[in-house]
């Protein structure tokens, strides 16, 4: 499921990242790679922060719709 349907709080893991090349790029520097433990930290505006390998990072939400978690 995207990672925007885990809920604030919740955690999950990645499992893939969907999307354009250069999109998979961007999130991957990110930290958002395969096996990496994420978890929603809040909701604001459209925007979603969440914490990856002790790093809080805000992206947009249709980037977050990309990021499939477990």
Same mark, same amino acid.
């Given at each position: !499921?995207?990672? /925007? !349907?885990?809920? /604030?709080?919740? $955690?999950?893991?990645?499992?893939?990242?969907?999307?354009?090349?250069? /999109?998979?790029?961007?999130?991957? @520097?990110?930290?958002?790679?395969?096996? @990496?433990?994420?978890?929603?930290? /809040?909701?604001?505006?459209?925007?979603?922060?969440?914490?990856?390998?002790? @790093?809080?990072? $805000?992206?947009?939400?249709? !980037?977050?719709?990309?990021? !499939?978690? $477990?």
């Amino acid at each position: !499921m995207p990672l /925007t !349907m885990i809920g /604030t709080g919740k $955690a999950g893991i990645v499992q893939k990242v969907t999307g354009k090349e250069e /999109t998979r790029k961007f999130l991957e @520097s990110l930290g958002f790679v395969a096996g @990496s433990a994420v978890t929603i930290i /809040t909701e604001i505006g459209g925007n979603v922060i969440v914490n990856i390998k002790d @790093s809080r990072v $805000a992206i947009g939400r249709d !980037m977050a719709n990309k990021i !499939m978690v $477990a």
